[in-house]
């Protein structure tokens, strides 16, 4: 590598686009990114506030001219009434804890499953890599009928294993295609540093691997959360019969019927679901800062 | 009405808490199964072997796929749809034994059991014997079911059609009037730019978002809001937003003095409606993922880069695309089979049931569960499934996706 | 690490006997009664004998799963829930676990539920179910197991196919009709003509005359009744809907949305819902399940009415149903489940319960002699409502009307976009209902 000396150079805007250390951005230039983002984050944001005025608009009115967030006429009357009088804190409280559950079952199952991809060549390793993109192909509506009847003959409807059980395994395939994803951007001399040392690959798997690969453990936690926490088909399937075991997809898929949705106690549910996932964005942010920046590569 | 009582909690937490203890017993159980068994079984592979050498190597193979295909056959047809079970069902210890025979006999035998491969079978197999019984299990039905003709007509012992799903699937229209063609080219057309907007609006928000500025946590947070809203909610919210009169959409459109859009009849109209939901979707996700790409590349080689005179395209081509591409190739696959399969966008923004807006996977939705004819449906299933699969092997092939950064 | 496995497995092994130990013993209540047997002479003892067993098996419990698609949005999910603890009441051994499922999702889980030979045990759904259920051989026909007579004709004749009946009637009804707000009509039309006229007075700005959900042709076959026609032949399979009467009913609905317009340009359920209980519609098409959240809205101000006459027709025929109670196959297998069921429905269809049915969900009952009653005669709204049923027609319940349903949904919404033609339309109802029946086979 050659080091020319030069004069700081004038930077374009691409540059500062593409340059990913976000040093010496003029102040400028950062007002724009700034705008940016906040424009994108209106757009993100504002369908949602929309079912939030739909929440506060007293009798089951799904559409109004007014453009305004907060109509003129609002009231919390949809909130209290399905906090208090309906079983909604029951939903919350299964979805919650079916939905953590599984989220860590399946990362656990996951995190060693990715790394046997991804440090070692067996056979069947490539086959089963795409076995497990294939399980994605399938649409899920046509694969309730025959779970529902595996569920059945093997005793799992109507309890929470056996919904914690599907959950679990179906994360499986997306999380260990990620995981794999991030061990491979982890460079083997690492480990080879520490079985010289004389620890053991699933040492150094707990002691190395898995302190740098927290950004990729957050995201596939949050995913396998997210599709456990918002999944329809599988809780229809093997729970349904049972009100006790209802997460808050079931109840307020309740609020509807043939013709008729209490469109109030729907959207009021929405937005009280919608709060513990933004939570969880919120506090999981800070793992998504990888430790490889740390400095603990040196080439 | 029952209210969350201190009761209830319990329990709940005693039930799930001891499932998740036993599967988490079994995974090691099974594991330390693997572990200790790994040596004899070794040993076995390689006196089999020993004593099978006299056959050749082609004998030896082709006996153990002939088993190995009986096997795998065998289950399929002992997997019943229909209420009667399967005659064949009373044999089934018999694919059992016929696949580990196949197994030992082939050559490749002494190599799967090979003593530096104790550690990766044993990770792998407690993922194996639950994908083996929600995922295989299920697909086995599928697969027996779209050879019969399974419906509410023929619905206690349904009689064995062969091909015929398969054939009707592209021959006789889906639902009323259309095709199979045009609906996969449309549902490839809908495929490709969700997934072109996905990645090229969520790199540029990561982008932006990768580096030291105040307040990115909030941004970061508020632009999540897509991905963390469920699914329903959010279609049920821009559906909303394109009804006629009261939808966001129009209003605007008619402050901007244009004429207002028939967002729910019209076909063209529709179909922007669902990409246009879709998108809003899909953004967050990529973006975490390449966020959190981007944040694994270590600074010092933009430093040095810019030291060497590069522009920020050419960092950008050849430091962050590489850099990046074991996490984005199986990104960009599952991604793009997601939004194939999507099946909550099109069939909530798409009320009206048009036809022009159904993808195959809504189709597909709606004849087997409007006529619960099972047997076509499964058939429709497979072949939407092929195709996924020939898709996804051949960008790997292309991109050579699966070689890691590090190799 | 062996050393270490091995003592992480065994407190994890002890951890979960502790917890699977803890657990609530799932054993459940017996309750134990006592009967107390005095002496008597041997002819009396030999009775007392059987009484005691008469009441042990009385006592055995049952429980009751009912799936139900009636929601609570209108208040019907809380009357069943009702009806079913005012039997336990009564009869303390027999429990209900009712569930709520909305139509498609309940037909979709009752043939799963049927494959997996996990069948509920009773459920009140509406009369269309009965096709696909009794091709799948699922539920029983009900003709031995009650006293039939006692119900509403037209409400057995929807539960009706292959000669026998396969629901039991519980609500009559399920029909379409005319609501009108007050404030704006004061005497609602009684033919399209004056329907017409009326129409294009009141529509003005943002305000229309009639507003009905434009997307389903459920509120499409009263209209095509008052031209003349029917979606099936004769054979009650063969469908008839490439026909003079559908053309002309295609024309119509596009002649109130184009020609004369007074319906809105683009209104699926939830606007025509929205306009007429802010008062900007003046007259809505609507069924019978609406009544009660008008009433709440519109208080006195509302008005029931027949869909106006077509002139040169008839009075339109909107489909009538309602909703019944099936028995599943899986009751044979269960004597005391099954008495417990029979006794069940002929509980809620006597007299009493269908009254406060009346009274609480605006519905018109099953029962004969409940149809007699004042309640029904005095009240404007149910009276009106039981005017427009007198010439509402049952729906067919074949599995084949599915097909129809499909085949004109996307039709009626061309010719109502403008992109389509009455004549091609009604041409591709028909190919598309053939070719989908064709696929039944």
Known sequence: M???????????????????SGRGDSPFKRLLIHLALIVSCAIAVYPVLRIVSVSLRPGDRLLSTSLAIVPEDATLQAYKTVLWEKEFLVWIWNSALITTATASIGLILAATSAYAFSRWRFPGRKPGLIFLLSTQMLPAPMMMVPIYILATKLGLTHTYRGLVLAYSVTTVPFSIWMLKGYYDTIPRELEDAALIDGASPLVSFWRIILPLSTPALAIVFLFNFMSAWSDYLFARVMIASETRLWTWVLGVRDFQSQFQTQWGFFSAASVMVAIPVMALFLYSSKWLISGLTLGSVKG | MKHLTLDIILNSLREVGSTVLYIFLSTVLIELLVYFLWEPLSALSRSIDRALSFLGRTVRYAISAILIVAAVVFVVAMVSPGQEPSSWAGYWPLPGVAFLIGLFVSPAAVTIFSPRLRLPYMLLVPAVVGLSLLVVYPLLWELNVSFTNLSPK????????????YIEV??????????????????????????????????????LLNRKMKLRGLYRALLV????????????????????????????LQRLGLAPIQWMSNPTWNFIAMCITNIWLGIPFMMVIILGGLQSIAGEFYEAAEIDGASGWQQFTNITLPLLRPILTPAIILGTVWTFTNFNVPFFINQNELETSDTLVTALFRSAFQYFNLGDAAAFAFVNFALLLIFSIIYIRVTGGLKGATE | MKKHALTL????????????????????????????????????????????????????????????????ADGGLQFVQSLADAYTAINPHVTFEVINKDVETLREDFLTAGLAGSLPDLLWTVNDHAGPFTDAELILPVDDLFDLSLYVDSALAAAELGGQTWGVPIANGNHLM?????????????????????????????QYGLVFNQTEPFWLVPWLGGFGGKVFAEDGKTPTLNTPEMVNTLQFLYDIKYTTPIIPPESDYDGADTLFKEGKAAMIINGDWSLGAYKDALGDKLGVARIPEVVGGEWPHPYTSGVYFMLPVSLEEDEAKMEAVVDFIEFVTGANNQALMVAKLNRLPALKAALDDPLIANDPILKGSADQMVVGTPMPTVSEMRCNWDAMKPEMQAVLADTKSPEDAAAAMQEAAEACIAKLE
Request: proline fraction near 6%; hydrophobic fraction near 45%.
């Open chain 2, 170 to 207: 592209f021959t006789r229209p889906i639902l009323k009037q259309i095709t199979f063609t045009p609906l996969f080219l449309r549902t490839i057309l809908w495929t490709a730019v969700n997934v072109v907007f996905h990645v090229s609006g969520g790199m540029g928000l990561a982008l």
């Open chain 3, 9 to 72: 497995i065994s407190a994890l092994v002890v951890l979960g006997l502790l917890l699977t130990a803890c657990g609530p013993a799932a054993t459940p209540e017996r309750v134990v009664e006592t009967v107390v047997v005095t002496e008597k002479e041997e002819v009396e003892v030999t009775r007392e004998v059987e009484v005691v067993k008469e009441v042990e098996a009385e006592a055995k419990p049952v429980k009751i799963v009912l799936w139900t698609k009636e929601g609570e």
């Open chain 3, 178 to 206: 005319l609501l009108y707000n007050k404030d704006l009509v004061e005497t609602p039309p009684t033919n399209t003509d004056e329907l017409i006229e009326m129409g294009q007075e009141l529509t003005t700005g943002d």
């Open chain 2, 225 to 252: 809001f897509p991905w963390a809203i469920p699914q329903p909610v959010a279609c049920l919210a821009w559906r909303g937003e394109f009804h006629f009169e009261y939808g966001f959409a129009n209003i605007v």
């Open chain 2, 154 to 165: 023929h619905f206690r012992s349904p009689d064995f059609v062969g091909l015929q799903n």
């Open chain 1, 2 to 20: 050659t080091i020319t000396a030069s004069a700081p150079r004038k930077r374009s805007a691409w540059q500062h686009f593409f340059n990913s």
